[in-house]
């Protein structure tokens, strides 16, 4: 039993030490295809990765715009409301928390009924974004709203 068993590794160890025979051309070819497989893959992966943060970083910025956007607009509604019940109210509001953010909003009289409302909603120290308003209180109407 011990005798087969050596000649069966003397066996394998024959197969795996005899060479096969090569073409001179075919030298080297073998690392260059894994060398240039390596290098596709490492290209995929980087450009995926790029595409990947640059995709984030646009709806991160997206997404910061529409918060300015909407903390503008809860300025509007919230002078609106203030002008809804008292008329003669011109005080405005600075640096406002709400929502991640702030709002601030003037009040300016442009005669007797009508009011430019300029409401600026900011998200940290890069997004500001405005609204300028033209209400009226005596029909309780926006007659002009600008986003800038």
């Not at 919230?78 to 405005?92: D, K, Q, S, V």
């Amino acid at each position: 039993m011990d005798c087969e068993r050596i000649r069966m590794n003397s066996k394998s160890t024959e197969i795996a030490n005899r060479r096969f025979p090569r073409n001179e051309r075919e030298r080297g070819s073998v690392l260059l295809l894994t060398l240039f497989l390596t290098m596709l893959g490492v290209w995929i992966a980087s450009t995926m990765f790029i595409s990947a943060t640059s995709q984030y970083r646009t709806a991160l910025a997206h997404r910061q715009i529409s918060q300015g956007n909407w903390l503008a607009e809860a300025a509007i509604m919230r002078a609106i409301g203030e002008l809804n019940r008292n008329a003669a109210w011109r005080a405005g509001f600075t640096n406002i928390p709400f929502g991640g953010g702030t709002y601030s909003l003037t009040v300016q009289a442009l005669d007797k009924q009508l009011m430019k409302l300029s409401a600026e909603g900011r998200i940290g120290v890069k997004v500001r974004r405005t609204i300028e308003v033209i209400y009226d209180t005596n029909t309780k109407k926006v007659l002009s709203w600008k986003e800038g």
